[in-house]
């Protein structure tokens, strides 16, 4: 069944347009919908009426399927194959889309200016350009299968335009290189501050040796919080870390691990009464850090700093590139070296002495 409906929309300069849309629904849903826009509400009413009768006497086929951006997000989030496998940043990009004003354009009449004004929107709320790089890329992303996964038609081509624009308006881009790393004197701190808290707290998380741990591994506190004692190798001092993350590949992602330095020990402190062997949540050992890192007035240290120490303290060691990925689990070996990596210059002397 086809349906008319006109809006009258005001224009800066005082004029008046009229948008016709023409929507077609089956069993209660939409599959199908066209608009466009008129100086004159007469124009505006016969092409709705030109398209309506069409629509009745031919019929819609799938291809011709429109919808908003926000109901092909509420598609996209309610097939459970695709959201099983889409990380949690993109999870939380694509929620936060379906509330925004863009989420109101129709899937194939989203224009480059309806993107810039979105990323200009989000400018204003605060957000950088690789945060809002990923608004542009996962709506992308959701709009390049639309056609194949839902018969819904998406002019996800404009993108191509959209994007090298959005660059050089400097409204979206590359995060920058992030090379903070703790000084000694605030691990020592760190290690102080939080050996008092857990001692204080009923949780009882050892946050010292979650802390050593994680430094030693390179491995983000959510891996840490994940190993089982059955994946521990005792005769080799290893240990299997599950579905690391990659962003090609997460399930299945399995690796060993070599727990270097003090790590082996570490292991062998913890209690036995978990089939894990750091049976914490890992959002409480976050939070217990952040809390100490802030009474200590430690400025922009966080949490997934430690593994880059790690990673930097490998090569500061003499490690070569291919076996500090043994450790940190990257197979991108520039990604490794670029991003977490980070090492001191005076620590060139220790190794010319050795």
Known sequence: MASITIEKRPRANGDTNYKCTVRVKKNGVIIHRESKTFSKKEHARTWGKIKKEAAELNGISKQDKIVTLAELLDMYINDADLWKGTGRTKRYVIQMLRDCPIAATFSNELKSSDLITHCKMRRAAGAGVATIYHDIAYLRSVMKISLSVFDVTSNWKIFEDAVPVLIDMKLVGKSQKRTRRPTENELEKLTVALKERQEKRTSHIPFVDILNFSILTCMRI?????????????????????????????????????????????????????????????????????????????????????????????????????????????????????????????????????
């Open 222 to 354: 959510g891996e840490v919080c994940k190993i089982r004692w059955e994946d521990l190798n005792t005769e080799h001092k290893t240990v299997l870390v599950r579905d690391r993350k990659d962003p090609r590949k997460k399930e299945g992602n399995h690796m060993i691990v070599p727990l270097l330095g003090g790590a082996f020990s570490l292991v062998e402190k913890q209690s036995q009464k978990d089939e894990r062997i750091f049976p914490y949540n890992p959002k409480s050992v976050s939070a217990g850090f952040q809390r100490v890192r802030t009474q200590l007035k430690i400025e922009d240290l966080r949490y997934h700093d430690l593994r880059r120490e790690g990673a930097s303290r490998l090569f500061e060691k003499g490690y070569s590139i291919e076996e500090v990925a043994q450790v940190t689990g990257h197979r991108n070996l520039n990604l490794l070296w670029q991003v977490y990596t980070q090492l001191f210059p005076h620590k060139l002397h220790d190794k010319f002495d050795q």
